[in-house]
């Protein structure tokens, strides 16, 4: 029989209870009791969801209040120094207001810490507090919610098999925190903390554990590489009678497929979905002590498994090991996708077709027993309906007129070389903008949102809601709009922006108006802590049935003599921030949507709108993990938001903004884009930032490194920002400069906006003059 494993389940609730509960216990409206129960009430929840579903390997200590990294720095007294102070000040259950000072930074009785830094976990969406480590840095055992949580599943009655994030990836996801030593070589003394908590486990009577070592399927140094026997050895021999496994996810083991396979533990878990083909050149190599644990539903996005396909897989991994080595799983923790798709009911934004193709976490537990089940060869009338249903989905995804539109595809397939290409090079076009806008020197601009207050915010839900009609909100939106174009008059900004009042977020603006997306009433992903987004679905072949911004982008242009960028979002940063269609290539889903974007740019265009502002702030968050595969990827990434932005006249001047502070290493990339104008975030690297703008390779066209931060309500004074300005006059010439802010004002309030921006436009005067 084959076992049925799980790695991780979303803990946030199906509606999002957990996120409730934590933020009615910050503002001080529940009590620590009602915190904790809710979230026992999640845990026990998760658990029996899975005994029900027929789940084998029931993970535990995959709960978390606010991450399971933070958690793990607590459990090895990774406590950094600065929270100290807070030791006599916490609770002892669960040292609970440690834990979140530590996660959200701690301000009362006197004391003010900041939170520690957070970071995007690999190549997902989730973040996670990123660990510190100092120079002597020690660790001990300092928290024991691991064998809490293993004890509180087993008196409901559920055996669960405790996760625990290994060492090496624990100390590689980390940041040292002064210079003089490699945080991987603290490995030994973090050891004996694992060896302990393992003991623990083994003492209650676990079974099984899971060491997640994701890095063993991403590129490893020498040193690194050799550290994983002697690693797991002492693990192993600390664990007794645990069988331990070595669990990788969202890459392919490739050259670590050796270390891997002989690693001394039970079993190994692969991901076959990212690493489709793995089994061929992993099985040859197993050795006969080895279980593989077989990643085959995708952890990582909603659709349906296909299940023909799937089982093509199993067969392999059961004709070379039998069927007692070989466990059937998700790819990787399923805290990546929501909850459970019986919780979506409207048929309006996802149509009964659409969901017929989709799977959430509930069910896909329920797909890794069929396919174990389906694998076995016994199988019940019920799975061999379920097989039936599985394949008729699968037939009606390859068909459906829903999701396949011939003049979408045949138009993508088209696109050529030429389509990718502004028609002169950048000084030509260069100086027929300047003909045409005649703009001063150090021109002065925002990135495209202005505050979005509460009243904006209640327009919005009033409108969905019924108490006010379209008309009424039309009104309240083109009044703001009038508003904030006056006020940039006013204050002498020379590229305006209508102000994104009718945009909640960015990428559900653009979804809800193309055709091929679908929505979800209650698809929540755990994004950070007690933040959760909605990504809409990319389901089908995507177009623009019709014009998306002109509207609010020409009654802006129409109030004023000065250009008024129109905003859209660029074609990477939509993808990146929906669930992708799995039955063609992302680069196929990226042209589309870029061409769905050169026609709104064009509509813009044809209306009157000069300047063209299309962001991509998640460009290089779509960076591959193995760096052989990230030349393919940012070809096709540039290469599509090109697509989105060639085929316009030489004086429509194109901008991009970019909010992340890491572009050393894909700088000439982001320069072939071409965009006449590039607006990126820099304030807070104080202009360090521009280093990899004026390094070796210069950035040919402009730029508009942000002079102050967005991010915080403080307002910088015009010195601070001169100060700036100069730093960035010292490494890029002046007359490719801009003067923005580093990002959209949308969070911010308006006195603080308006005053920030008074002195910014004075800054960039003062430049002039000099
Ligand atoms: N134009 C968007 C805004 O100003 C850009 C948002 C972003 O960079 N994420 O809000
Ligand atoms: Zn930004």
């Not at 969202?250 to 396979?261: Q, S, T, Y």
């Given at each position: 029989?084959?076992?049925?494993?799980?790695?991780?389940?979303?803990?946030?609730?199906?509606?999002?209870?957990?996120?409730?509960?934590?933020?009615?216990?910050?503002?001080?409206?529940?009590?620590?009791?009602?915190?904790?129960?809710?979230?026992?009430?999640?845990?026990?929840?998760?658990?029996?969801?899975?005994?029900?579903?027929?789940?084998?390997?029931?993970?535990?200590n995959?709960?978390?209040?606010?991450?399971q990294v933070l958690d793990l720095s607590l459990t090895v007294g990774a406590i950094p120094a600065r929270y100290h102070s807070l030791l006599s000040k916490v609770d002892n259950n669960y040292s609970l207001d440690l834990y979140?000072a530590m996660?959200?930074?701690?301000?009362?009785?006197?004391?003010?810490?900041?939170?520690m830094?957070?970071?995007?976990?690999?190549?997902?969406?989730?973040?996670?507090m990123v660990p510190e480590f100092t120079k002597d840095q020690q660790f001990k055992l300092t928290s024991e919610k691991f064998l809490n949580?293993?004890?509180?599943?087993?008196?409901?009655?559920?055996?669960?098999?405790p996760?625990l994030l290994g060492p090496i990836?624990y100390l590689?996801?980390g940041k040292e925190k002064e210079?003089?030593f490699?945080r991987i070589d603290l490995l030994d003394r973090l050891i004996p903390v694992y060896e302990q908590i393992l003991a623990k486990l083994a003492e209650a009577?676990?079974?099984?554990?899971?060491?997640?070592?994701?890095?063993?399927?991403?590129?490893?140094?020498?040193?690194?590489?050799?550290?994983?026997?002697?690693t797991?050895?002492k693990l192993?021999?600390a664990?007794?009678?645990?069988?331990?496994?070595?669990?990788?996810?969202?890459?392919?083991?490739?050259?670590?497929?050796?270390?891997?396979?002989?690693?001394?533990?039970?079993?190994?878990?692969?991901?076959?979905?990212?690493?489709?083909?793995?089994?061929?050149?992993?099985?040859?190599?197993?050795?006969?002590?080895?279980?593989?644990?077989?990643?085959?539903?995708?952890?990582?996005?909603?659709?349906?498994?296909?299940?023909?396909?799937?089982?093509?897989?199993?067969?392999?991994?059961?004709?070379?090991?039998?069927?007692?080595?070989?466990?059937?799983?998700?790819?990787?923790?399923?805290?990546?996708?929501?909850?459970?798709?019986?919780?979506?009911?409207?048929?309006?934004?996802?149509?009964?077709?659409?969901?017929?193709?989709?799977?959430?976490?509930?069910?896909?537990?329920?797909?890794?027993?069929?396919?174990?089940?389906?694998?076995?060869?016994?199988?019940?009338?019920?799975?061999?309906?379920?097989?039936?249903?599985?394949?008729?989905?699968?037939?009606?995804?390859?068909?459906?007129?829903?999701?396949?539109?011939?003049?979408?595809?045949?138009?993508?397939?088209?696109?050529?070389?030429?389509?990718?290409?502004?028609?002169?090079?950048?000084?030509?076009?260069?100086?027929?903008?300047?003909?045409?806008?005649?703009?001063?020197?150090?021109?002065?601009?925002?990135?495209?949102?202005?505050?979005?207050?509460?009243?904006?915010?209640?327009?919005?839900?009033?409108?969905?809601?019924?108490?006010?009609?379209?008309?009424?909100?039309?009104?309240?939106?083109?009044?703001?709009?009038?508003?904030?174009?006056?006020?940039?008059?006013?204050?002498?900004?020379?590229?305006?922006?209508?102000?994104?009042?009718?945009?909640?977020?960015?990428?559900?603006?653009?979804?809800?108006?193309?055709?091929?997306?679908?929505?979800?009433?209650?698809?929540?992903?755990?994004?950070?802590?007690?933040?959760?987004?909605?990504?809409?679905?990319?389901?089908?072949?995507?177009?623009?049935?019709?014009?998306?911004?002109?509207?609010?982008?020409?009654?802006?242009?129409?109030?004023?003599?000065?250009?008024?960028?129109?905003?859209?979002?660029?074609?990477?940063?939509?993808?990146?921030?929906?669930?992708?269609?799995?039955?063609?290539?992302?680069?196929?889903?990226?042209?589309?949507?870029?061409?769905?974007?050169?026609?709104?740019?064009?509509?813009?265009?044809?209306?009157?709108?000069?300047?063209?502002?299309?962001?991509?702030?998640?460009?290089?968050?779509?960076?591959?993990?193995?760096?052989?595969?990230?030349?393919?990827?940012?070809?096709?990434?540039?290469?599509?938001?090109?697509?989105?932005?060639?085929?316009?006249?030489?004086?429509?001047?194109?901008?991009?903004?970019?909010?992340?502070?890491?572009?050393?290493?894909?700088?000439?990339?982001?320069?072939?884009?071409?965009?006449?104008?590039?607006?990126?975030?820099?304030?807070?690297?104080?202009?360090?930032?521009?280093?990899?703008?004026?390094?070796?390779?210069?950035?040919?066209?402009?730029?508009?490194?942000?002079?102050?931060?967005?991010?915080?309500?403080?307002?910088?004074?015009?010195?601070?920002?001169?100060?700036?300005?100069?730093?960035?006059?010292?490494?890029?010439?002046?007359?490719?400069?801009?003067?923005?802010?580093?990002?959209?004002?949308?969070?911010?309030?308006?006195?603080?906006?308006?005053?920030?921006?008074?002195?910014?436009?004075?800054?960039?005067?003062?430049?002039?003059?000099?």
């Open positions: 029989m084959l076992l049925t494993n799980n790695l991780g389940y979303p803990r946030v609730g199906a509606f999002r209870e957990l996120k409730k509960a934590n933020e009615a216990y910050w503002a001080k409206k529940s009590s620590v009791e009602e915190l904790l129960e809710a979230a026992k009430k999640i845990r026990e929840g998760n658990w029996k969801t899975q005994k029900d579903a027929g789940i084998d390997l029931i993970p535990s995959d709960f978390s209040f606010y991450d979140f996660a959200r930074g701690f301000q009362q009785d006197g004391i003010d810490v900041t939170a830094e957070m970071t995007k976990w690999l190549d997902t969406n989730y973040h996670y949580e293993y004890n509180e599943a087993r008196s409901l009655g559920i055996e669960t098999k996760v990836t590689l996801i210079a003089g490699n009577g676990a079974q099984y554990v899971q060491i997640d070592e994701p890095f063993l399927a991403l590129d490893l140094d020498e040193k690194v590489k050799a550290l994983y026997q002697p797991f050895e192993a021999a664990a007794k009678n645990i069988k331990l496994i070595a669990t990788t996810y969202f890459e392919a083991l490739k050259d670590n497929e050796d270390i891997a396979v002989n690693l001394p533990v039970h079993a190994l878990h692969l991901d076959l979905v990212r690493g489709e083909n793995q089994l061929d050149t992993v099985l040859p190599k197993v050795p006969a002590s080895l279980t593989l644990s077989l990643g085959i539903v995708e952890g990582r996005n909603i659709w349906k498994n296909d299940y023909e396909k799937s089982l093509v897989k199993i067969k392999q991994a059961v004709d070379a090991l039998g069927k007692d080595r070989v466990w059937i799983a998700p790819s990787s923790s399923l805290l990546h996708v929501p909850f459970d798709l019986d919780n979506e009911h409207n048929e309006q934004s996802l149509p009964a077709e659409v969901k017929n193709w989709l799977a959430f976490a509930k069910q896909k537990l329920a797909e890794v027993k069929d396919l174990a089940v389906l694998a076995d060869g016994e199988v019940d009338a019920a799975t061999a309906e379920r097989f039936e249903a599985n394949k008729a989905a699968a037939e009606s995804r390859r068909t459906s007129p829903l999701i396949h539109r011939p003049e979408v595809k045949e138009r993508t397939n088209n696109i050529t070389d030429d389509d990718a290409k502004r028609t002169s090079p950048f000084a030509v076009r260069k100086a027929a903008q300047q003909a045409k806008f005649n703009l001063p020197a150090f021109p002065t601009t925002t990135i495209g949102s202005f505050p979005q207050t509460k009243d904006v915010r209640k327009w919005r839900a009033d409108l969905k809601k019924g108490a006010i009609t379209q008309e009424e909100y039309d009104k309240a939106i083109a009044e703001e709009t009038e508003n904030t174009i006056r006020l940039q008059e006013q204050l002498d900004i020379d590229v305006l922006v209508h102000g994104e009042f009718e945009r909640n977020d960015m990428v559900e603006y653009f979804g809800e108006q193309l055709a091929g997306y679908a929505f979800t009433q209650n698809g929540w992903v755990q994004s950070y802590g007690s933040r959760c987004v909605k990504p809409p679905i990319i389901y089908g072949d995507v177009y623009r049935p019709k014009d998306m911004t002109v509207r609010w982008s020409s009654y802006a242009q129409s109030l004023t003599n000065r250009p008024v960028k129109g905003m859209l979002t660029g074609p990477v940063t939509i993808l990146q921030w929906s669930f992708v269609r799995n039955d063609q290539p992302r680069s196929t889903t990226t042209y589309q949507i870029a061409l769905a974007i050169l026609d709104e740019v064009q509509a813009l265009e044809k209306a009157g709108i000069k300047i063209i502002q299309i962001d991509e702030p998640a460009i290089r968050e779509g960076l591959p993990l193995r760096k052989a595969d990230q030349k393919d990827y940012l070809n096709w990434a540039v290469r599509a938001f090109r697509v989105s932005s060639s085929n316009v006249a030489d004086d429509t001047q194109i901008h991009t903004h970019m909010c992340y502070s890491e572009f050393n290493n894909v700088i000439e990339d982001i320069a072939a884009m071409d965009a006449d104008v590039i607006t990126i975030e820099t304030s807070r690297s104080q202009m360090k930032l521009l280093n990899a703008f004026a390094g070796d390779f210069k950035y040919p066209n402009d730029i508009g490194p942000g002079v102050y931060d967005i991010h915080s309500p403080r307002v910088p004074s015009k010195d601070e920002m001169v100060d700036l300005l100069r730093k960035a006059k010292a490494v890029v010439p002046a007359e490719q400069l801009w003067v923005n802010p580093d990002c959209g004002l949308k969070t911010r309030a308006w006195p603080e906006t308006k005053a920030a921006l008074e002195s910014m436009v004075e800054a960039a005067k003062t430049l002039r003059a000099e």
